[in-house]
């Protein structure tokens, strides 16, 4: 059975081979390709390509049906009719060409005949800068060299090394790119001295070429191996003065140590002589963490050096604090005898501090009195504590390690914006970059040369809360007037910074808000509360979070319009204040429904509007509304009524328009007892006027009618300038003619004795034309000749009359019946006096009736 298996495995694998042998004879089964001169050629060299058909491998017997293809890759470069075809070729690239033969027969596709691979390249150069290393005293020689310029082309590189006593090494690399060998030999130092040869052969198809030889000794090619097992010890536990230790090859000379910070870049180099495996250092910094390397070489100017040795890391120990805090602080009243005062300080620097700072130590003492004082110790980098108000107060801060304490820093705490004439002036905050400020400012006004220095003092602007964010500082010398803050400084954050100015004991600040980036608010405020408050509306809000701010906000707007109005809304813009979230409008009408939204302003733009709120104010009207037209008509009115035309015109037109029961009406004079006897004073006409007078019975008689002086605002009577002051004798009332001033003095004139009866009907007329003033009296009436008298020169139904009718001037006859000048003045005129009568300062009935001893005007 096993023989059989045997059997059967020898069979399969004769199989195979044959496949693959016929496989490959089949590849060029129908013709050859041939070149000439070479399969491998130098660059720029020409090459002749034929390929021609085997017996009976064409289309046909006729070789004009045979067509043949030779092709470069897959471009046709040449064909030809018949059994063979030959092609010259130039300018072949360096590396492998491949060639290929096709037969061409008519409606057949293209067959393969055969085809042959070309190389170009170029003869090998002389090696260059041969180099032998031995690594370690145990390692073995390798050899490198530059090979120069790639041949494209196999290339076989021998190195050969020959030394004392004709001993030679060598060995091949059959490699592409072979520029280095491992000989495999141990060269041992015991004849330092001893000389070896290298050179390198380079063989290709093109030529061959050979490097010079190189000569060197084994101290010249061993390269020790890096030292080992590093060690430091700190004497004393001091970090001035350490011991750095490791250990190396015996043959060794030469040492170099490198050390450097951890946080740094820079190294430190030291070389040393037979140190023998130790070193002291003597210039380390304590609480600091090193880095430590060292590198070792057999001769002072003959080998290489070794490679550095793995890195050793280690903190040195700590030391007494030297630096001095950096100690800012904060004041703030809290009530009339008690005040806050905060501490801040910043951590020293590593160089500083020599150690772990474990905790800071507190003093607050009072100057003046020496007997309140205050300690703590914290190991945070803030302190508060409330202390009276009376008193000059200093403190002292200092930093302690496991060594010791630095020393204090002292101040004395004052009122750092208590000197006004101190401020900076012109503060500036302008962007720096996304991480940082430019604060800028102009020294103050009140000495600026005493300025002993400028502290910068920043912190994120937070509305409400009860936790304070971190407080930053920086100190600027008197002479710079600008600085850069980065510290804490993030992009779209708003920042509150006060510059102060210092000098002695005495300090003035400005402050401002800044940010390093900015954009327009996410959201606007929210309006959380709408009040009425003393005739206007309290608008409160609720402020944007300090993520959506983006920035410094410069003012806020609100606007509000009427609800469901397509009108522009009116707005009203609030600068921004920290502490400020209500603001009080009083453009609103009552009894007027709006609505109300909010948005923020930085520099960058406007934010999106808050919530809508609606809003209806309750009550009466504001008063200012109606105050300014009420003011400007009573303004117009006073102006149109200053003009006397205008008064004319109103007053005639206010006369017209009086309703009848308005008027009231003097008495008839017709219902008195006087007058129902009047016939009996015409059968007596012949009596003495005295008798007649007196005969007339008084007692049956109404109360007389008290009628007072006309007001100086009444126009005067007018008079022809042609008539005499008393008519003449035997004139009268000659119709429209005569004047009626001149028919009121006739009536009032004293009658000549033999004309008494007509004079008695004269003034009987006169009476009853006082007592008529009705509506049914007419001009034009002929019974009534005075009744034409105009209203101004009668008396009307408050009971005047005009004064001094002797000294009323005189106007044209036509003129009578013009409206006459109204004056509206409560002041006497200087042009009217007081009607005077022998008989008292009222004019009675009885007195017209009667008379009194004398005439009835002077």
């Not at 501090?353 to 009072?366: D, F, M, N, P």
């Not at 003129?815 to 006459?820: G, T, V």
């Amino acid at each position: 059975m096993a023989h059989a298996v045997r059997g059967y495995s020898l069979a399969l694998i004769f199989i195979i081979m044959w496949l693959l042998i016929k496989a490959k004879i089949d590849v060029c089964k129908r013709g050859d390709v041939t070149v000439k001169p070479s399969h491998v050629i130098l660059l720029g060299s020409a090459v002749n390509i034929s390929c021609s058909l085997k017996p009976k491998q064409g289309c046909s017997r006729y070789s004009s049906s045979n067509r043949l293809i030779l092709y470069k890759f897959d471009r046709r470069i040449s064909f030809h009719q018949g059994h063979s075809l030959s092609s010259q070729v130039t300018d072949l690239p360096l590396g492998t060409t491949l060639f290929v033969c096709k037969l061409s027969c008519i409606n057949r596709d293209e067959i393969r005949v055969c085809g042959a691979e070309i190389s170009v390249g170029v003869a090998p150069e002389q090696p260059q800068n041969i180099s032998c290393i031995q690594k370690g005293e145990q390692g073995t020689v390798a050899c490198s060299w530059d090979r120069g310029r790639d041949t494209h082309l196999y290339t076989e590189y021998t190195l050969q090394l020959s030394g004392p006593k004709n001993l030679t090494w060598q060995k091949q690399c059959k490699d592409y790119n072979c520029d280095h060998l491992d000989l495999g030999i141990n060269l041992t130092p015991a004849s330092p001295e001893s000389s070896f040869t290298a050179k390198v052969t380079a063989i290709n198809s093109l030529g061959s070429s050979s490097s010079f030889p190189s000569t060197f000794t084994v101290l010249d090619i061993v390269r020790p191996l890096p030292p080992w097992d590093i060690r430091i010890k700190f004497q004393n536990a001091s970090a001035s003065r350490c011991a750095l230790q490791w250990r190396d090859e015996g043959l060794v000379l030469l040492n170099r140590l490198r050390y450097r910070p951890r946080n740094s870049r820079a190294w430190n180099t030291v070389n040393v002589t037979n140190a023998k495996g130790r070193h002291d250092l003597l210039d380390l910094k304590p609480f600091t963490e090193y880095e430590f390397q060292i590198s070792s070489k057999l001769h002072l100017y003959k080998g290489s050096w070794s490679d550095w040795s793995e890195s050793l890391s280690t903190q040195t120990p700590e030391e007494e604090p030297t630096g001095m805090l950096d100690v800012w602080y904060m004041k703030q009243h809290i009530d009339y005898n008690r005040q806050q005062i905060s501490l801040f300080w910043k951590n020293l620097s590593v160089s500083e501090a020599r150690g772990k700072i474990l905790h800071y130590r507190v003093t607050l003492q009072e100057v003046t009195g020496g007997k309140a004082s205050f300690q703590n110790i914290t190991r945070h980098t803030s302190w508060t504590w409330v202390v009276p108000t009376s008193g000059n107060w200093a403190v002292a801060v200092s930093a302690a390690n496991s060594k010791g304490s630095s020393p204090p820093t002292r101040i004395n705490i004052t009122n750092l914006c208590g000197a006004g004439l101190l401020a900076p002036r012109q503060v500036s905050a302008d962007s720096g970059g996304v991480d940082d400020i430019v604060v800028a400012w102009q020294p103050p006004r009140k000495a600026p040369s005493t300025v002993q220095e400028y502290v910068v003092e920043w912190r994120e602007l937070r509305e409400g809360g009860d936790t304070q964010p971190p407080l930053n500082w920086l100190r600027s010398p008197p002479y710079n007037m600008s600085a850069l803050i980065s510290e804490n400084i993030k992009p779209y954050i708003c920042y509150e910074i006060r510059v102060y100015a210092l000098s002695g004991d005495q300090g003035g600040c400005s402050s401002i808000l800044g940010n390093s980036k900015h954009k327009a608010p996410l959201s606007g405020p929210n309006i959380n509360a709408i009040t009425k408050e003393k005739g206007s509306i309290l608008i409160s809000w609720n402020s944007i979070p300090a993520q959506e701010q983006m920035g410094c906000i410069l003012n806020y707007r609100i606007y509000w319009k009427e609800r469901d109005s397509d009108s522009k809304p009116q707005l009203c813009e609030i600068p921004y204040r920290v502490s400020q979230n209500s603001y009080p409008i009083n453009s609103l009408q009552p009894r007027v429904t709006y609505v109300l939204w909010m948005t923020a302003l930085t520099a960058a733009g406007e934010s999106s509007q808050g919530n809508e709120r609606e809003f209806c104010l309750q009550g009466k009207a504001n008063w200012k509304v109606f105050v300014a037209p009420s003011i400007c008509i009573a303004i117009t009115m006073v102006g149109i009524f200053s003009m006397r035309y205008f008064r004319q015109k109103v007053f005639v037109l206010l006369s017209a328009l009086r309703p009848q029961w308005c008027s009231k009406e003097i008495p008839d004079p017709a219902n008195s007892t006087w007058a129902k006897k009047y016939p009996f004073v015409e059968e007596k006409s012949q009596l003495p006027l005295d008798r007649l007078l007196t005969a007339w019975p008084a007692p049956e008689e109404p109360e007389p009618l008290v009628i007072n002086e006309v007001l100086p605002q009444v126009t005067s009577v007018f008079r022809h300038p042609h008539q005499p002051h008393w008519p003449d004798k035997g004139q009268g009332v000659q119709g429209h003619h005569t004047s009626e001033e001149d028919a009121v003095h006739s009536a009032l004139s004293p009658p000549p004795p033999q004309a008494l009866p007509a004079e008695r009907r004269q003034l009987v007329d006169l009476y009853r034309v006082l007592g008529s003033r009705t509506p049914e009296a007419k001009p034009g009436n002929p019974a009534s000749p005075l009744t034409v008298l105009p209203v101004d020169y009668l008396p009307t139904h408050e009971g005047y009359l005009p004064s001094r009718l002797d000294e009323a001037p005189l106007s044209d006859p036509l003129e009578e019946l013009e409206p006459q000048h109204l004056s509206l003045s409560v002041f006497p005129s200087s042009s009217f006096h007081p009607l005077t009568f022998s008989c008292g300062e009222k004019l009675t009935l009885r007195q017209l009736k009667m008379g009194c001893d004398s005439p009835m005007l002077d």
